[in-house]
């Protein structure tokens, strides 16, 4: 958009929505040229995420960074809109603990309660606190490697004994993903978008190629999912995750053309 009035009154328009309050008045560069017009005009009305999974990638990367006060607006226009409920809120939180640490999530946890407190929303039974019961350890590992094959589109490794290998089998995939509340697709947002705000490569190959190799996101999703996140995380974590994106494209069509080689 070239119109730098109209952009302006859109991105006010935009934020009303999403934030569900007035926007800012405060005249600084930050809020009204980068926020109202480029943030709120242009990355929160492009196409390709709904704006339920646009307010999913925002709560996600802002957990992840971890700084103190910028979760709750979007929490609090994600649940006054009708957009988000709190159980999907708190299960993202309790979910986004295990991509970013408990601490972060902490304060997403906070904010919802404070949110639903203030909003008089409360969570509903189908939010599930009771404790986990497997029959025995291969139960729970056979609820794991199925969960795994499910998240990262390949057969689990046999024999797993080094500790952060096994304590991810056993913390994340025989217990987390399984959940319910949310769909596999917001999870796979909620997880994509805290492994932008790490950094971490080795993560980042693992959810890229996965997210793409099982069909939850596909490369324009993810794309646009990374670009989002940049507003949040900054360019430079975006960009290395735009380039694993990318790779992981290329892996996983090369895994598909020997899949199904061609003229079969």
């Avoid at 999703?221 to 974590?237: D, I, K, M, Q």
Wanted: charged share 20%; with cysteine; proline share 5%.
């Amino acid at each position: 958009m070239t119109n730098g009035a109209a952009r302006r009154e859109l991105g006010e328009a935009t934020w009303r929505e999403v934030m569900q309050t007035e926007p800012p008045t405060r005249p600084s560069p930050l809020w009204r040229n980068g926020r109202l017009d480029q943030e709120f005009a242009e990355l929160w009305n492009r196409g390709v995420l709904t704006r339920t999974e646009r307010r999913w990638i925002s709560v996600a990367a802002h957990t992840a960074t971890g700084v103190p006060g910028t979760i709750r607006p979007y929490v609090y226009g994600a649940l006054r809109s009708g957009d988000l409920s709190v159980d999907q809120l708190l299960e993202g939180a309790y979910h986004a603990g295990y991509y970013t640490g408990f601490p972060r999530a902490q304060q997403l946890d906070d904010a919802v309660w404070d949110v639903a407190e203030e909003l008089g929303f409360s969570p509903t039974a189908a939010l599930d606190t009771a404790p986990r019961v497997w029959a025995d350890q291969a139960a729970r590992d056979a609820v794991a490697a199925e969960h795994f094959e499910l998240v990262v589109g390949v057969p689990a490794p046999v024999g797993v004994t080094d500790l952060s290998v096994a304590g991810t089998f056993d913390a994340v995939f025989s217990e987390v993903w399984p959940r319910g509340v949310l769909t596999k697709k917001e999870r796979r947002i909620i997880t994509v978008s805290c492994v932008v705000a790490s950094a971490s490569l080795t993560a980042a190959e693992a959810h890229t190629q996965g997210a793409l190799r099982t069909g939850d996101l596909t490369y324009e999703e993810l794309s646009e999912l990374v670009h989002h996140c940049a507003f949040v995380t900054g360019w430079p974590r975006a960009a290395q995750m735009a380039t694993t994106a990318m790779r992981a494209a290329a892996i996983v069509a090369e895994e598909r053309q020997v899949a199904s080689p061609e003229g079969e």
